[in-house]
């Protein structure tokens, strides 16, 4: 099941299933999403908790500074990635 957040947000639990944040929305993930994170244009993410599936971004803003086991999937988006974050695989585009 998708979980779709419209609105500014910070996630401190769990996620199960897909994330997807919509245009507009500045998602905070202090938690874990076991699934994919989507952030569609004009989204932002912060994930400086887990996120176990990839995430696709399309002209939207990323930044990892926790752990990402998936990859990133990116056109024409900002990413940044900690140094100190964890992450299999880097950006993809």
Known sequence: MDTVLNHDETIKGMVRGNLIISAGAEVIVRGMVAGNIIVKEGGKLKLYGMCTGNINAENAEVK??????????SKDSKVFIDPKAAVKNEKVN
Do not use: D, P, R
């Open 64 to 73: 990892v500074f926790g752990t990402l086991i998936g990859s990133i999937f």
